[in-house]
């Protein structure tokens, strides 16, 4: 759909819809745009247009694929980014990329993986007029998105603890910050900068109490079951939105685990599988995917045991078309701690002879040899 066609109107896309095109990233599943027409005349222009509240955008499109979010824009009033950077954008039409505040030389930082030594780096352009939850939640993206090396994360959330609060992001705004951060290289860097100022306790508590939990050092020498999780992005081959939130959930249940003889986190999976339902159920998440997820925190543990377990016992979970996407949670899993990859590669090679097993016209119901 040529959205700049059907408005008849000026349209640019904003802030990380235009720099992501500028760097040559690939879109996410939702588009910033900014436009002269009011929310009157995209109503006329758009058979399902939402209202998402003045905090997300003027008025909303679901159009397929993506949610594009528009702010109307108004002379008298006109839209202030919580950074410089992000008053970055593009012309829709003649697909121009439009710098008013002079971030070229940022944005050549980011595109040259130099985003840790730039002589001018972007959180100096921090708008002290911001609300802090919008400058949290922008300071995330950026880092989840542009960040290649470790840059200060404590001091970037530091800098806007002085800004007014504001009103808390709706679900909506909740919902479309998770899943761009998962869908992001560096997810555990914007999560971090969430949880120093706060945000992630306050809105988002199945995630804030993974870092009262400490793990065994023996096999998880990141520390806590907080930086685990963290640590699990960085062995992704793909920004997959399931197997992202799989891994931001999969221990989601620890906190609420009790010990039971040698196994200090008893019934952790299931208990996990509940907790992130509730979470994703309250951020709107869809239902399909809410269940998928689900699936993929219950079973998690499955992998590790598919070797030694009888096929009568996995054979429901192996037929899942899900179970691809649990074997590579499992390997993320299992990089992140010091287990080594032994066990995934035991875990890949008994599903690929059930694969082959599942093939054979001649195999028998139970899976036993003839």
């Known amino acids: 759909m040529e959205i700049g066609k059907h408005i008849g109107h000026s349209l640019r896309l904003c802030a990380f819809s235009a720099i992501d095109r500028y760097l040559g990233f690939p879109e996410l ?16 222009a758009f058979e399902g247009l939402r209202f998402p509240g003045t905090g997300l955008a003027d008025a909303a499109l679901d159009a397929e694929g993506q949610s594009w979010y528009f702010r109307c824009s108004d002379a008298d009033e006109p839209y202030c980014p919580s950074y410089r950077l992000l008053s970055f954008s593009q012309d829709e039409k003649t697909r121009r990329f439009l ?23 972007w959180w ?46 709706g679900v909506e705004e909740q919902r479309a910050i998770l899943t761009c951060l998962l869908e992001s290289s560096r997810p555990d860097l914007g999560l971090e900068l969430l949880k120093l100022c706060g945000f992630i306790e306050e809105l988002w508590h199945e995630l804030g109490i993974l870092d009262d939990v400490d793990h065994s ?21 793909t920004f997959d939105l399931r197997l992202s939130l799989g891994l931001l959930l999969h221990d989601a249940g620890k906190p609420l685990a009790k010990s039971s003889g040698l196994r200090r986190f008893d019934g952790h999976a299931e208990l996990g599988a509940e907790q992130s339902r509730i979470f994703l159920k309250r951020l709107g998440f869809d239902a399909a995917l809410i269940e998928d997820i689900w699936f993929l925190v219950k079973h998690h543990m499955i992998p590790a045991a598919l070797p030694r377990l009888p096929l009568a016992k996995t054979q429901k979970v192996l037929e ?30 008994a599903y690929r002879a059930y694969l082959r097993h599942r093939r054979n016209p001649y195999r028998s119901a139970d899976g036993k040899k003839r």
């Open 29 to 44: 599943p939702f588009v910033w745009a900014e436009t002269d027409a009011d929310p009157a005349e995209l109503a006329k």
């Open 99 to 121: 710098d008013s505040e002079g971030v070229y030389p940022i944005l050549r930082e980011f595109r040259d993986g130099l985003l840790e030594t730039a002589s001018e780096p």
């Open 124 to 169: 100096n352009g921090l708008n002290r007029s911001a609300e802090s939850y919008r400058a949290a939640m922008d300071a995330a993206l950026i880092l989840a998105r542009y960040a290649k090396g470790q840059p200060p994360v404590k001091a970037i959330a530091e800098s806007f603890q002085d800004l007014p609060r504001g009103s808390p992001p």
């Open 217 to 237: 050092k023996e096999f998880h020498p990141e520390g806590n079951v907080w930086k685990h999780t963290m640590e699990t992005f960085r062995y992704r081959k």
């Open 320 to 349: 899942s078309p899900l179970f691809p996407t649990l074997l590579e949670l499992y390997r993320c899993d299992e990089s992140s701690s010091f287990k080594g990859l032994q066990g995934y590669y035991q875990s890949s090679a």
